[in-house]
């Protein structure tokens, strides 16, 4: 089971996420992230608090909201992520991309 919200803060999109960020959950999340793509104007921050789990699938999204929001010269920050999905982040080479926060 996947669950994605969507919360502003002054100049930041939040997106919380929880549960498995899977192959069948990939729809899904890319229909969560869109409004992050209809905008130009604030930073994002997606917190991992609760997200047991990310496939390549989940990797590729957020690679994509990361370009989007570099082009436009904001950042994407990670919160809370554990040891197994840092890890995912980590072996893909995509860590270093973000930023994060504990």
């Keep these: 089971m996947f669950k994605i919200t969507l919360s502003e803060q002054t100049g930041k999109l939040v997106f919380t996420l929880v549960g498995d960020l899977d192959n069948a959950a990939s729809t899904e999340a890319a ?6 793509f209809e905008r130009t ?8 608090t ?6 390549s699938s989940g990797l590729r999204i957020l690679l994509n909201i990361y ?3 570099r082009s436009s010269n904001h950042v994407v920050t990670l919160k809370g992520l554990s040891n ?13 991309l973000f930023l994060t926060e504990d």
Excluded at 41 to 47: A, F, M, P, T, Y
């Design 31 to 36: 229909r969560g992230f869109e409004p992050v």
């Design 41 to 48: 104007d604030c930073n994002v921050l997606i917190d991992c």
């Design 50 to 55: 609760e997200l047991n789990y990310i496939s």
């Design 67 to 69: 370009k989007h929001a």
């Design 84 to 96: 197994d999905v840092r890890e995912v982040f980590v072996l893909g080479g995509f860590l270093q």
